[in-house]
């Protein structure tokens, strides 16, 4: 017959023994839940934090807020403006010469066969990388330059002439010199990093070949990601609100629907919730098919415009356009 006393004491050793475990496995439910959440992950806090602290001087005081933007935007300009024409170059160039050398037919991704058409992975990289504010500027930047001219062609009497060079100007942030930067080179070094070398899925990567392991872990990595995260920030909530304004604007000249701050926040809310169902519903479904549709329409549009429009002005004037971007150093100094 077996001990009362010693059941007991067995009975408290287990329990005693089981309460340690228990924490143990609570306290590593909290840790997955946060590493899946990306909480314990510094880039968050770096760009969270810098986000954070920017909206609440816009609210604070949003005329100290555009002060700091414009000095640091006229700070840029003049300290890295000679970089930034040399990084448009040699870049295209550089990305020209891959696509023509023995380089433009590896294959990147680790596939043999892709998993889209060079047609609708086209259409995707256009959509992705003009968004809103391709569909606004596109017509606006070379009207805002027709009607203030750069500093680099001056007042111009000729009309003509200012049209030509409003297009130069409008060539060098919307022209080939900006695509090789977005839609191309950028894109192989991440993929050949990603797929053929193993290195996480992370902006950091961009900096292995110069940084090496340094890139990729500790503070460094983080900062690197936290830069390129409010980059992204920062070029996506330009267009969504440069879209709420000129639909909104539409809207009330076609269908004198209100153009206030109630018919372009429900623009904006309605932009976001499709932008989320796309991104949601994977690479390829929702993407593939709305910038399928979006690159169709754009097509048909402009094949209207040259059919029934200035034909023979429009194509003039882009030549002549690319002709003075390229004559003057490509860039405005």
Request: with cysteine.
């Amino acid at each position: 017959m077996s001990n009362p006393t010693n059941s007991t004491k067995a009975s408290s050793l287990s329990v005693s023994s089981k309460k340690p475990q228990a924490k143990h496995n609570d306290i590593s439910a909290k840790e997955k839940t946060t590493d899946k959440l990306g909480l314990s992950n510094p880039a968050l806090w770096y760009s969270g934090g810098f986000i954070a602290l920017f909206v609440a001087i816009a609210l604070y005081d949003g005329e100290l807020l555009s002060m700091l933007v414009n000095t640091g935007f006229a700070w840029s300009v003049k300290i890295l403006g000679p970089y930034w024409q040399l990084l448009l170059l040699l870049t295209f160039l550089i990305g020209l010469g891959l696509a023509a050398g023995r380089t433009g037919k590896v294959i990147l991704g680790g596939t043999t066969k892709p998993e889209l058409d060079g047609f609708r992975w086209v259409a995707i990289i256009f959509c992705t990388l003009l968004a809103g504010g391709g569909v606004f500027w596109a017509a606006a930047e070379p009207i805002a330059h027709f009607v203030s001219p750069p500093p680099l062609y001056g007042a111009q009497d000729d009309p003509y002439k200012s049209a030509v060079n409003a297009l130069s100007q409008s060539f060098m942030h919307w022209g080939f010199l900006a695509w090789s930067i977005v839609g191309s080179l950028t894109s192989i070094v991440v993929m050949h990093l990603h797929y053929d070398k193993g290195l996480p899925l992370k902006p950091r990567i961009l900096l292995y070949p110069v940084l090496g392991e340094r890139a990729l872990k500790g503070q460094i990595g983080a900062l690197i990601d936290a830069c390129c995260i409010i980059a992204v920030a920062a070029g996506t909530i330009g267009p969504i609100g440069f879209l709420g304004l000129q639909v909104s604007y539409a809207l009330n000249v076609l269908f004198d629907i209100p153009d206030g701050f109630t018919t372009q926040l429900i623009i904006i809310l309605f932009a976001i919730v499709l932008y989320t169902v796309s991104a949601l519903s994977g690479l390829n479904r929702g993407m593939q098919m709305l910038s399928r549709y979006n690159v169709i329409l754009a097509v048909a549009l402009m094949a209207y415009i040259l059919l029934f429009g200035p034909t023979g002005f429009i194509f003039n004037v882009y030549i002549q356009g690319v002709g003075t971007m390229l004559d003057n150093g490509d860039l405005p100094r």
